[in-house]
């Protein structure tokens, strides 16, 4: 299926930004209408703004000689990547169904989605993008699971939700745009006591030295600022959030990376990711964490 874009809802109640950094990513975002993304979401109406993980399954590819290949790719790209939102669900935690989550960087709401038919809860999704905000809401309402889950514009450093108010929250590919103390303080204060914050994120190996090359190719090409493995645990650490899940996922990414970049989908940053990857000067990690 395609989902159209449609006006803004005169319901809508968009915040301005709280510096003009934020105005340059919602702007970024509200422009961007990427085939990688918009065309694997079509795939099964799941649409998202991560990566994937796994291996290829060679098989249901067929040859590149076949008339469906690209279809067929372009399916196994997006098996790919629900599947990394599968790995994050995971580690979320119990969940009932009378819990209330939070999707922080929400995108047009994929994982908001998937969190809702795995766990039944209610899942509230936040995003500097209007555009994102609104096309995550009209699916819901496709759906008709908009009682449950809703996405707003919002600074994801200063939401509405209650001080210990949610039991799990995540960022998926979402921290790079923030300060990491300001996020790390924000989902401490709204998790309840227990609650389970989980992050998926690329970030520079400080055993390589400095940022590479390549990560500041990435860091140009997506307007953000790549933190490193060090700077999470600490931003963590100091904002009574004890990890206990620390998964490197570099080498369940690269696959992605690597059929991504045969593809008709290529966006020019491909081989930045490929080449980090495999240098160690970038990590793909997964980071859970409990607030105590």
Known sequence: MTTELTPTDASTIIPGPANPYQGDIARYWNAEARPVN???????????????????????????????YEKKLITELHRLESAQAEVLLDHLGPITADDTLVDAGCGRGGSSVMAHQRFGCKVEGVTLSSTQAEFGNRRARELGIDSHVHAQVCNMLDTPFEKGSIAASWNNESSMYVDLDDLMAEHSRFLRVGGRYVTITGCWNPKYGQPSKWVSQINAHFECNIHSRREYLRAMADNRLVPNAVIDLTAATLPYWELRATSSLVTGIEEAFIESYKDGSFQYLLIAADRV
């Open 38 to 68: 918009l065309r694997l979401g079509d795939v099964d109406g799941l649409y998202h703004h991560h990566y994937g993980i796994g291996e290829i399954d060679h098989a249901s590819l067929g040859t590149p000689e076949d008339s469906e």
